[in-house]
């Protein structure tokens, strides 16, 4: 198991959360492809196709969804 890098899903603001949620998403791929060679390799395909891009984004959103619901959406 990796090292233990995520503590908390709480977050100040809302801007922290969707930082939050990249970090997560990044992560994410990372572990399933943890050759960085072979990422590098592949980013001029995904990078320069749109469908990965949307696919990428919805990951982002899901994980923002995530992190949002945890923060009682930043309700006070």
């Known amino acids: 198991m990796a090292d233990t890098w995520l503590t908390t899903l709480i977050t100040d603001t ?22 960085s060679e072979v990422l590098h390799k592949l980013r001029p395909e995904y990078a320069n196709d749109h469908e990965a891009l949307t696919a990428a984004s919805q990951v982002i959103a899901l994980n923002f969804q995530t992190v949002a619901a945890a923060n009682n959406y930043w309700r006070k």
Do not use: C, M, N, W
């Open 14 to 35: 809302p801007q922290q959360g969707f930082e939050l949620a990249i970090t997560l998403s990044r992560r994410g791929v990372k572990y399933t492809q943890p050759d």
